[in-house]
């Protein structure tokens, strides 16, 4: 047990008067431990929906057994995704061929452009995966996603009316629980869970990472309203999925909101940081620090770990680390990295591949072209990225060489995959690059730096905050001499 806050104990008594709640927790101020002496302080039934199946296996360590902790697709997949079980983690099939399927065959004309079929499958898949994130009811001209080249209202309208009866027909297929012809996921047994109008049987809901939530995640939560009371956690300053088709819905909600804007992770210093970044993503908090813990700023010859922008930059410092002898963690783990440098092998020396996702795909051109523009296979950028910058031998044996983060000298990661968790000494990586100078110049001649993008800021923000003693700002040391770095006083810590 713990002596809780007064932010703490304001929370804990409007739990106990039953109200909606929208609870803002900044990075380190103790947001499953205020979660938790919430669940502890009643024998009420409650429902925690956490954000990924190893947020919800921690905390069911943490809760009550009063309490159940899913995540919101194990909940759908409980109460309706085990009659799909069959279509799940089917291969991956280049859209045109699902198109093909649907009975795109043939190029269509929207007013003076020719649309290819691979292009409009791509356009039809990406409208049904931009339903299943919506709360609509039914899939709509606006889930048809814009095309560059097509911006006038009437090339939209012409561009719906094509599309639509194909992705109508997509969704009547995913449907089916034996089988059929678009590869169905578990967003799509979500969303077909939330048209039934679920009833989730709890007396309260605890929604965690309330800044990352679906339209149709926030959807189910909200129509629990009428009988349980609900609580959303989260940090609207970390809200850094928008481009998943995520929304920040703690801002709009209904109820009272409150604060935990004092961290635990770190001092008075790190606090100050992180609060110009706070201040530039316009976020509805600033933090406080602990005294007693002196975290400081400055150079880092040996961090425990290393935060990159993006993929190919942690892989970049993944061999150059591996270069020196050390004993080098990729925060997720390499297996899917080797895998996949497995299958681009088999593919650029002219034979098929047997991975399960690319076992369709007969060259490695293909897949490249099937991760830069088909909706299905965006999240496979990244990695096809590392691929064609690095080599396969090289990712081969970089893979090779990982080891566990227990036996670490040094984690690398993505911010992104950060998020969440901390080290003592955290040194930034390079490749968070400044925003690119304006045509304008200051009074001494020197051009004006473009404003910094509220995304960008976000993510630095939780760069910054994973830190309990040490952090060397290395890639963000630009902040200091940006306009927008210097936040007045009424906003610090």
Same mark, same amino acid.
């Given at each position: 047990?713990?002596?809780?806050?007064?932010?703490?104990?304001?929370?804990?008594?409007?739990?106990?008067?039953?109200?909606?709640?929208?609870?803002?927790?900044?990075?380190?101020?103790?947001?499953?431990?205020?979660?938790?002496?919430?669940? *502890?302080?009643?024998?009420?039934?409650?429902? &925690?929906?956490?954000?990924?199946?190893?947020?919800?296996?921690?905390?069911?360590?943490?809760?009550?057994?009063?309490?159940?902790?899913?995540?919101?697709?194990?909940?759908?997949?409980?109460?309706?995704?085990?009659?799909?079980?069959?279509?799940?983690?089917?291969?991956?099939?280049?859209?045109?061929?699902?198109?093909?399927?649907?009975?795109?065959?043939?190029?269509?004309?929207?007013?003076?452009?020719?649309?290819?079929?691979?292009?409009?499958? *791509?356009?039809?898949?990406? /409208?049904?995966?931009?339903?299943?994130?919506?709360?609509?009811?039914?899939?709509?001209?606006?889930?048809?996603?814009?095309?560059?080249?097509?911006?006038?209202?009437?090339?939209?309208?012409?561009?719906?009316?094509?599309?639509?009866?194909?992705?109508?027909?997509?969704?009547?297929?995913?449907?089916?629980?034996?089988?059929?012809?678009?590869?169905?996921?578990?967003?799509?047994?979500?969303? =077909?869970?939330?048209?039934?109008?679920?009833? =989730?049987?709890?007396? &309260?809901?605890?929604?965690?990472?309330?800044?990352?939530?679906?339209?149709?995640?926030?959807?189910?939560?909200?129509?629990?309203?009428?009988?349980?009371?609900?609580?959303?956690?989260?940090?609207?300053?970390?809200?850094?999925?928008?481009?998943?088709? /995520?929304?920040?819905?703690?801002?709009?909600?209904?109820?009272?909101?409150?604060?935990?804007?004092?961290?635990?992770?770190?001092?008075?210093?790190?606090?100050?940081?992180?609060?110009?970044?706070?201040? =530039?993503?316009?976020?509805?908090?600033?933090?406080?620090?602990?005294?007693?813990?002196?975290?400081?700023?400055?150079?880092?010859? *040996?961090?425990?770990? =290393?935060?990159?922008?993006? *993929?190919?930059?942690?892989?970049?410092?993944?061999?150059?680390?591996?270069?020196?002898?050390?004993?080098?963690?990729?925060?997720?783990?390499?297996?899917?990295?080797? /895998?996949?440098?497995?299958?681009?092998?088999?593919?650029?020396?002219?034979?098929?591949?047997?991975?399960?996702?690319?076992?369709?795909?007969?060259?490695?051109?293909?897949?490249?072209?099937?991760?830069? &523009?088909?909706?299905?296979?965006?999240?496979?950028?990244?990695?096809?990225?590392?691929?064609?910058?690095?080599?396969?031998?090289?990712?081969?044996?970089?893979?090779?060489?990982?080891?566990?983060?227990?036996?670490?000298?040094?984690?690398?990661?993505?911010?992104?995959?950060?998020?969440?968790?901390?080290?003592?000494?955290?040194?930034?990586?390079?490749?968070?690059?400044?925003?690119?100078?304006?045509?304008?110049?200051?009074?001494?001649?020197?051009?004006?730096?473009?404003?910094?993008?509220?995304?960008?800021?976000?993510?630095?923000?939780?760069?910054?905050?994973?830190?309990?003693?040490?952090?060397?700002?290395?890639?963000?040391?630009?902040?200091?001499?940006?306009?927008?770095?210097?936040?007045?006083?009424?906003?610090? /810590?």
């Amino acid at each position: 047990m713990f002596t809780p806050t007064d932010e703490q104990t304001r929370a804990a008594d409007c739990f106990h008067a039953g109200d909606h709640m929208a609870l803002q927790a900044g990075a380190g101020t103790g947001k499953t431990s205020t979660l938790a002496l919430l669940a *502890n302080s009643t024998t009420r039934r409650g429902r &925690y929906i956490a954000y990924n199946r190893a947020i919800a296996r921690d905390a069911a360590t943490r809760f009550p057994s009063a309490v159940t902790c899913k995540t919101a697709h194990a909940l759908a997949y409980a109460a309706i995704g085990h009659h799909y079980a069959r279509r799940l983690d089917a291969p991956r099939r280049p859209a045109w061929k699902t198109g093909q399927d649907l009975g795109i065959t043939k190029p269509v004309r929207v007013e003076d452009h020719i649309l290819m079929p691979t292009t409009l499958s *791509n356009t039809v898949l990406r /409208a049904v995966t931009r339903f299943c994130h919506s709360a609509d009811l039914t899939i709509s001209d606006h889930h048809v996603p814009p095309l560059r080249g097509l911006d006038s209202p009437i090339a939209r309208t012409q561009l719906a009316a094509i599309a639509l009866p194909y992705a109508r027909k997509a969704w009547e297929d995913l449907q089916r629980e034996d089988d059929g012809v678009v590869r169905f996921d578990p967003d799509h047994f979500l969303k =077909i869970w939330s048209l039934t109008n679920p009833r =989730i049987p709890a007396d &309260y809901l605890l929604l965690d990472e309330a800044q990352d939530t679906n339209p149709v995640v926030e959807h189910i939560f909200n129509s629990q309203r009428d009988h349980a009371q609900l609580v959303l956690v989260g940090d609207s300053a970390q809200a850094i999925y928008h481009w998943r088709g /995520a929304k920040d819905v703690m801002t709009g909600f209904e109820g009272t909101h409150l604060t935990l804007s004092h961290s635990f992770r770190f001092g008075p210093h790190l606090a100050r940081e992180a609060n110009r970044w706070l201040a =530039i993503a316009q976020a509805p908090i600033r933090l406080t620090g602990t005294d007693t813990m002196p975290t400081e700023l400055g150079p880092l010859a *040996n961090p425990d770990a =290393i935060l990159c922008r993006t *993929n190919v930059g942690a892989m970049r410092h993944v061999m150059s680390h591996l270069a020196t002898g050390a004993q080098v963690a990729l925060l997720g783990g390499g297996d899917s990295l080797r /895998a996949l440098a497995l299958a681009a092998r088999d593919l650029k020396d002219g034979r098929r591949t047997s991975h399960p996702e690319l076992v369709l795909f007969p060259t490695w051109e293909t897949v490249q072209d099937y991760a830069a &523009y088909d909706p299905s296979g965006r999240d496979l950028q990244p990695l096809v990225d590392l691929i064609d910058t690095h080599g396969t031998d090289a990712i081969l044996t970089a893979v090779s060489r990982l080891t566990t983060e227990a036996r670490a000298q040094i984690t690398i990661s993505t911010a992104h995959k950060a998020k969440g968790r901390e080290w003592a000494r955290v040194q930034v990586a390079d490749d968070f690059t400044p925003p690119k100078d304006t045509d304008k110049q200051d009074s001494q001649g020197r051009p004006i730096p473009g404003p910094i993008d509220g995304g960008e800021a976000r993510l630095a923000y939780v760069a910054v905050t994973r830190v309990r003693t040490r952090l060397d700002i290395g890639g963000l040391a630009w902040i200091d001499t940006h306009p927008d770095g210097h936040p007045g006083p009424e906003r610090r /810590a």
